[in-house]
C-alpha cells in the first residue's frame, strides 16, 4: 500500500530552485533511502515531507490525502516524524523532558501508554535509560542520536524520517543504529532514511533513490543499487 508519494515537487530557497520536480514513493512498511553527496537535494526534500519548508510546484500525498499546504504540527499528528540532522535534542533538558517533547504535537492517552512508550525506548536504547535523568547536553554523540530517534518515536510514527543518523559517530556506534532502524521497522513503522553511509543504507532498505543536484537520477531496489557499477564507484568507493 502506498503511503507517501511526492509529485514533481519543486522548492526553492529564494531565486535558487534546489529540488526540481522530485518524484518519489514510500510504500506501507518499507525503508527507503535517498543517498547522494552534500548539496544533493536531500535534506530539502526532507524538509519538504516535514512542512518545515513550503513547495513552489508539486504536491505531497499521505495515506491518500493531499498535504502540500499542511501545517508541520498537523503533519505529526497524522504520523509523520523527523529526526532532523544534527539530533536538535535540547541540551539543557534531561532524558526524559526530551522525550516528553516528542508527544507535544500528538498526545499520548494515558500514564500507561505513556509509560509503556519510555519503557519501549529503554528496551531499544538502554543506554538512555541508564541515563535518563542526564541533561541532553551532557551526552556522547551516539547517546544524542539515540535520544533525538527516542523523542521521534515517542509520536508514534506511521512514518519516521531519519536525517544523518549516523553523521559523525564511532563505526561502532553507527552499527548499533543501522540495528536499531531495522528493529523499528520489523516492528511496523516505516522509514524513510537519508544517509551519506550509502553501503549502511542500502543493505537495509528494500527500495533507495539516488539524488544529484536536486533531480532524481537513479531508482532501484537497495540490492539492485549496491550492485550498481555507476552506484558502488560514486557512493561506495569501489572503481
Known amino acids: 500500500m502506498k503511503m507517501l508519494e511526492l509529485e514533481n515537487v519543486v522548492v526553492n530557497y529564494g531565486a535558487i530552485e534546489a529540488l526540481h520536480g522530485i518524484d518519489l514513493q514510500v510504500n506501507e512498511g518499507e525503508v527507503v533511502s535517498?543517498?547522494?553527496?552534500?548539496?544533493?537535494?536531500k535534506s530539502t526534500t526532507m524538509r519538504a515531507i516535514s512542512g518545515i519548508r513550503p513547495l513552489t510546484t508539486g504536491r505531497i500525498v499521505f495515506e491518500g490525502k493531499d498535504i502540500t499546504k499542511l501545517a508541520p504540527h498537523k503533519r505529526v499528528t497524522m504520523g509523520i516524524c523527523q529526526a532532523p540532522e544534527g539530533r536538535g535534542i535540547f541540551p539543557g533538558m534531561t532524558v526524559?523532558?526530551?522525550l516528553d517533547m516528542g508527544t507535544f504535537a500528538r498526545k499520548v492517552g494515558s500514564k500507561k501508554e505513556y509509560d509503556d512508550l519510555v519503557e519501549h525506548i529503554f528496551e531499544l536504547f538502554p543506554r538512555l535509560g541508564e541515563r535518563k535523568e542526564q541533561r541532553g547536553g551532557l551526552m556522547s554523540g551516539g547517546e544524542q542520536q539515540m535520544?533525538?530517534?527516542g523523542r521521534a518515536l515517542m509520536s508514534r510514527p506511521k512514518l519516521l524520517m531519519l536525517d544523518e543518523p549516523s553523521l559523525g559517530l564511532a563505526p561502532k556506534i553507527i552499527q548499533q543504529i543501522f540495528k536499531i532502524i531495522s528493529e523499528i521497522n520489523a516492528e511496523g513503522t516505516t522509514i524513510l532514511l537519508v544517509e551519506q553511509n550509502?553501503?549502511?543504507a542500502l543493505s537495509r532498505s528494500n527500495r533507495a533513490y539516488i539524488?544529484?543536484?536536486?533531480?532524481?537520477?537513479k531508482?532501484?531496489?537497495?540490492k539492485d543499487l549496491l550492485n550498481d557499477p555507476a552506484v558502488m564507484e560514486a557512493y561506495l568507493g569501489v572503481a
Open 34 to 41: 535517498m543517498i547522494g553527496a552534500n548539496g544533493a537535494g
Open 96 to 98: 526524559l523532558e526530551n
Open 147 to 149: 535520544l533525538a530517534i
Open 198 to 200: 550509502a553501503q549502511g
Open 211 to 217: 539524488l544529484e543536484t536536486g533531480t532524481v537520477t
Open 219 to 222: 531508482t532501484g531496489s537497495g
